[in-house]
């Protein structure tokens, strides 16, 4: 074709979109239908746009509402646009000289669509990076009143929340259920402010002077030279640096216990970690530790489960929250404080208050309720709220301050930092997720991605042209004042209090905590680790360390890693154990706990009965078929099939079956098999097998028993019965204390 006719085809195309355009399709016509938003079996519409998420109006120095639109603008509108809001006809192909000819610099729409593509990714969180968050609300019990003034602890005050809960090593790609400390940050939209809670599912810190935190980071993340190994410690570099720190000891006795490998977001502890200080009403003070307790109990994977999971599903954690929340199985966190009186020696017990790589036992400060955190709501979008989200610890309220804490001292710094690189610029605040709930009227201006109109024009104080507004709160306006806090008489140095020196005692009083279960994944989880270091000379310090922990710890340890093990080098102290640390020996609720069912074509009256009677009990069924699909006529479908399930992926397994056979003219049960001849298919063997070595409830009715004896498993937890409701009753009440702790063979007392 000559290039003329080209032009003309073209034109002729453009000038169809464009009459499209104008005329566009009626609503109601045959392909316009509402779209189902039920789980899709067969290709169909898009989904209908999701709403704009809202900020507040951009609001003038004055306070005066500026007429600027909304800050955050989504998808308005139904048609594509330009990012300058111009309607396009064609976002497929690049404007050409000619359907075979060379793309035009002209093309806008090509250039800002790759030019914004291009620039998609932020960098990671330095530390932190893989997380996932949700939004709730936060309600406190006005327990708190005798010690702190913080309007959002006020009796049934509701406060919007955001949790964002993350890794500590992993890079924002790595997978959920790695070896590892998880954040725990909380983010409080309360009427006085953001005031943001940073803390782990460890109660204590590696290190106990924020100076040495880009040391522990780099040991622990990725050597460099081959970035190897990913989200993981066990590696030479962390071992060299925690055998070379004994104060990292204690942190690194939570993270090789069950703690390090918990079984959902929605069972983990949380903790503020430093000691903080409260002002009451009267300016009374006092210290205190922030802790969140799950209701749903703390719960932990095993070793093996959790690595299996890591190429299974590497999602699990995030899966596991966003599943639960959709779902309407709210997870709820109690806040609690433990109280201190706030002496000059800020030490509680002996213990000092200000070393981060300390706890002060419950059995010594309990842990007082004071309000219930509940998630509700996923996020609309990952990147513009979990990714953009920006905690920091300076966010305080009027009641709550800071202490001396070394470490907290030096995070107050790096969290503002972080944010320059992370969010590219000084005004992150302004971004939907990190935006108070409160009027906000500072005097900061400009920078890069400056959002607000600012419509005043003296942002200085005191001034005469903007009416001398903001104007400074007075103590009636609640405002955020810092503790006068006496200094200690002291001289400039760069040196630890003696009372840090202590390296010992209080892993000591974690190891002697644990039930002989507990203690043994120690071991376990030691050995690995250190089985995974190269350097022989790593491996031989850690077990001197071990060696001032626990004897026996260190026995255990070096006979795996086939060391001798050495003497201690300090002489242990007296400690009383603590039994609020250890997770076993409770029954919990089971609210969302997943219950695989292999179903049996013999029973399905059975499977239907037993899957309604799990959600009536708020758990989730989850039928496995040997094939995808409706399961015969019975109306039921499978949800996973003998290809796509993994036992790693439930809390307990049932298996079901019809009566026996010669009890009734049922033919041989071949189905539950997917296998001809009544053999088990090894996919199902291999369920059952990994949920027994897992420690979960396993039960079976019917013909189902045969499985269970196939795969050779017997013993506690593993539940039989010609009648399929006893059988789940009594798995239910196995789950309540969350594993079948008497099936790991218990080498340690
Ligand atoms: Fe940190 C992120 C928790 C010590 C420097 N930290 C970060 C996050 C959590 C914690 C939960 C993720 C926040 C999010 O979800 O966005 N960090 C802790 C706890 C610590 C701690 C409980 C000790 C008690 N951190 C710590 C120190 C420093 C930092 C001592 C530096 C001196 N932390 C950072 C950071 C991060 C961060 C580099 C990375 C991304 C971010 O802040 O926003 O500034």
């Not at 045959?30 to 189902?36: H, W």
């Not at 036992?361 to 219930?372: K, S």
């Not at 310090?541 to 890693?561: E, K, P």
């Not at 269970?708 to 937890?717: I, M, N, R, Y």
Request: hydrophobic residues 40%; proline residues 9%; contains cysteine.
């Amino acid at each position: 074709q000559k290039p003329g006719k080209l032009v003309k085809a073209a034109l002729e195309k453009a000038v169809d979109k464009v009459t499209e355009l104008v005329n566009p399709p009626i609503p109601g016509a045959p392909n316009s239908e509402p779209p189902s938003l039920d789980e899709p079996t067969e290709p169909r519409g898009p989904l209908p746009p999701k709403q704009d998420q809202t900020g507040p109006e951009t609001v003038s120095p004055t306070g005066a509402p500026t007429g600027a639109p909304k800050l955050s603008q989504g998808q308005q509108g139904d048609f594509l646009t330009t990012s300058a809001g111009a309607r396009l006809y064609d976002t497929d192909h690049s404007l050409k000289a000619g359907e075979r000819g060379p793309t035009l610099l002209q093309d806008h729409h090509l250039r800002e669509k790759v030019m914004h593509f291009d620039h998609e990714r932020i960098p990671e969180r330095v530390v932190h990076a893989r997380g996932y968050g949700a939004h709730g609300v936060f309600v406190g019990y006005g327990t708190a009143a005798s010690v702190c003034k913080a309007g959002f602890l006020g009796d049934g005050v509701e406060t919007q929340v955001f949790v964002r809960f993350s890794t500590v090593l992993g890079s924002r790609g790595s997978a959920d259920t790695v070896r590892d400390t998880r954040g725990f940050a909380t983010k409080f939209y309360t009427q006085e402010g953001n005031f943001d809670l940073v803390g782990n599912n460890i109660p204590v810190f590696f290190i106990q002077d924020g100076i040495k935190f880009p040391d522990v980071i780099h040991a622990g993340k990725p050597h460099p030279d081959r970035e190897i190994p990913q989200a993981q410690s066990a590696h030479d570099t962390f071992w060299d640096f925690v055998s070379t720190h004994t104060e990292a000891t204690h942190h690194v006795m939570w993270n090789m216990s069950d703690r390090g490998i918990p079984r959902s977001y929605r069972t983990m502890e949380g903790f503020g970690v430093h000691t903080f200080r409260l002002v009451n009403a009267e300016g009374g003070t006092a210290l205190a530790k922030f802790h969140w307790k799950p209701k749903l109990g703390v719960h932990s994977l095993v070793w093996e489960e959790a690595q299996l999971i890591n190429g299974i599903d590497p999602d699990f954690h995030r899966r596991d929250l966003a599943d639960a929340i959709e779902s309407g199985a709210f997870p709820q966190w109690e806040l609690g404080l433990q109280i201190f009186p706030d002496t000059p020696r800020q030490t509680f017990e002996g213990i000092d208050l200000l070393d981060p790589t300390k706890i002060v036992p419950e059995e010594l400060a309990p842990v007082q309720p004071v309000g219930m955190l509940t998630l509700n709501r996923n996020t609309m979008n990952f990147f513009a709220e979990t990714e953009q989200v920006a905690f920091h610890l300076g966010n305080l309220v009027p009641g709550i301050d800071v202490t001396d804490d070394p470490l907290l001292q030096a995070r107050l710094f790096s969290y503002l930092d972080t944010q320059l690189t992370r969010l590219a610029g000084p005004n992150f605040n302004q971004i939907p997720i990190n935006r108070p709930h409160t009027a906000v009227n500072d005097m900061f201006r400009d920078g890069f991605h400056q959002h607000a109109v600012h419509a005043g024009v003296a942002p200085y104080r005191p001034n005469t042209l903007d009416g001398g507004n903001p104007f400074e709160a007075t103590a009636e306006d609640r405002p955020l004042v810092e503790v006068a806090q006496p200094l200690p008489k002291a001289v400039k140095v760069r040196q630890a209090p003696a009372s840090f020196a202590d390296h010992f005692t209080q892993p000591r009083l974690f190891w002697l905590s644990l039930s002989p279960v507990e203690k043994e994944h120690v071991v376990r989880a030691f050995t690995f680790e250190l089985g995974k270091c190269y350097e022989q000379a790593v491996k031989e310090r850690q077990l001197r360390v071990l060696a001032n922990v626990d004897a026996t710890l260190c026995a255990q340890v070096a006979q795996g890693l086939g060391l001798p093990a050495p003497s201690p080098t300090v002489r242990p102290k007296k400690v009383a154990p603590s039994p609020a640390l250890s997770q076993i020996g409770q029954t919990w609720p089971t609210d969302g706990r997943l219950i695989g069912i292999v179903v049996d074509p013999a029973d399905l009256d059975g499977v239907r009965t037993v899957r309604e009677t799990i959600l009536a009990g708020g758990m989730v069924p989850l039928l496995i078929a040997p094939t995808g699909g409706p399961i015969g006529d019975s109306g039921l479908v499978a949800q996973r099939t003998f290809l796509t399930a993994r036992s790693v992926e439930f809390d307990a397994l049932l298996l079901a079956g019809g009566p026996p056979p010669g009890a009734d003219a049922v033919p041989a049960r071949d189905a539950k098999a997917g296998a001809p001849g009544g053999t088990v298919d090894p996919r199902v063997l291999l369920m059952i097998q990994e949920c027994f070595r897992h420690a979960k409830a396993i039960g079976a009715w019917g013909t189902g028993r045969a499985a269970v004896e196939a795969a050779g498993c017997a013993g506690p937890g593993v539940v039989v019965d010609d009648d399929a409701s006893q059988v789940l009753k009594s798995v239910t009440a196995l789950l309540g204390a969350h594993r079948v702790w008497e099936r790991f063979p218990a080498t340690i007392s």
